[in-house]
DNA sequence: TATATATTGATAAAAAAATCACGTAAAATC
DNA sequence: GATTTTACGTGATTTTTTTATCAATATATA
């Protein structure tokens, strides 16, 4: 029970339901069901069960899941629950979307500090988040204790990048340029490739033009 | 093999390929080996080899794949051969940094007009792509011919621009919000979820914790 | 209080995806 | 020219993920 691997896709989907449970919540409502999830989201009530089983969750025949106690245990599971640090670096157009962004705030992650290598970025402050130079960071993140590193800076750079970051005591990389860094094995690596989701809608639009 | 469904993760895939190709491309390489791409990735070669099959491309042994007919195969495969136009609606943070992004021109999508309701914002021109008031999609779409939509605007508006987008031909849309916009069957609908991304990473760092 | 109903969690079956294993072909080496 | 090596393609196998089935249980209703 313990040591069963969770399904990358069960941790994709969970956010989702947590998104739609919240608005529930601020509808009014108390309870959820899986085939109500189910339902909103086109995906089996089977799936939505197991995948909710993985956080530990236990609902109530007939009644469903209180609401209250479902997003705790997703946001526990997903550890959204303890509050860290974040650095990014590239505070261009990508990475200032993502600093000017409140969404995160719920998955406990707070982007603290930004940094750039180009002078005209350095010292503007966005959304309250301050852009240092990049030969600060090192020293900031040790003396912060900042474990999670976004990376949205040209990709010509991801790699120096990463091995800054690396070095500099961050175990977690969220990675949004479409290079793939050399990171150890103990560095937990995230990459967000927006082109595949392009790719996926040209491909569905191709499909469909060949029928 | 005309209706063989293709995993939704070959053609998520591929895109990483075609990056990677066109990098050993611009270093001056011919040639390019399943091995080659799989240990980058750090996948199974054999996987490599079945995506590649997908498009229709055939290696031969011992020298792998010519990288011009590789890139060809993979832009044809995904659609990327045919350009096709795009609007967005939401030129806030997130809109207008995709607006700036040169780096969708590969998949032959290019953004040509924004839309947005916010009076400060109608009028602006970013990255040479100008930005209309809302109430002119439906009129534009139309008479332009567009068929992909990109939604970027504030969650809550994403089901009323999803209508909007429906009625004005769009048949293909791109979702960033977190909602899920209820849209006919025959229109195809992507939803990015930067949350996912930022669960996986947050999940795994509380997994490595329980260690 | 008894009965019907909705929804759960567990287990089994099916489907899909990834990996393995093997035979073959092209190039390089002897 | 024979032999070795490398990488290919593909059917078989394993693993993972999704879907189906079903007994158990809490609530509502008669
Ligand atoms: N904007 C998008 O919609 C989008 C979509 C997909 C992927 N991306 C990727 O995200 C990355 C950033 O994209 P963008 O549109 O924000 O580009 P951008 O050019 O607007 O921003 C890049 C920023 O990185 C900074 N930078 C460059 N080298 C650096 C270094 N060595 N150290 C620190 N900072 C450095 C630059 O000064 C700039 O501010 C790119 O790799 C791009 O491929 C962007
Ligand atoms: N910025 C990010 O990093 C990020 C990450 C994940 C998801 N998102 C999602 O992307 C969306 C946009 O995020 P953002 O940070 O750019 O927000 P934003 O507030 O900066 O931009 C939203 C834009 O949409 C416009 N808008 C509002 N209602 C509209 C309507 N009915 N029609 C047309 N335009 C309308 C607003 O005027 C504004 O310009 C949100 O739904 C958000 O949840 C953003």
């Known amino acids: ?107 406990g992650v707070s982007i603290v500090a930004a940094f750039d290598t180009d002078p005209d970025k350095i010292g503007h402050v966005i959304n309250g988040i301050e852009v240092f130079p990049m030969r600060k960071f090192t020293d900031m993140a040790l003396k912060m204790g900042v474990k999670i590193g976004i990376i949205t800076c040209a990709a010509e750079a991801a790699e120096a990048v990463a091995n800054t970051m690396v070095v500099s005591g961050i175990t977690a990389i969220w990675n949004f340029t479409p290079v793939k860094p050399y990171v150890p094995e103990n560095v937990i690596m995230e990459q967000t490739e927006l082109y595949s989701s392009l790719a996926i809608l040209s491909r569905r639009i191709k499909e469909l033009e060949g029928k």
């Open 1 to 107: 029970m313990t040591d069963t691997t969770i399904p990358t896709n069960t941790i994709r989907r969970l956010p989702r339901y947590y998104h739609y449970m919240q608005d529930l919540v601020d509808q009014g409502d108390k309870y959820v069901t899986s085939d109500q999830i189910a339902n909103y989201f086109g995906i089996h009530p089977t799936q939505v069960r197991k995948d909710l089983a993985f956080t530990g969750l236990i609902g109530k025949p007939k009644v469903g899941h209180v609401l209250q106690e479902a997003l705790e245990s997703v946001r526990n599971f997903l550890g959204w629950d303890t509050n860290s640090k974040a650095f990014i670096v590239g505070a261009g157009n990508l990475g200032s979307a993502i600093i000017g962004y409140g969404g995160f705030d719920v998955t």
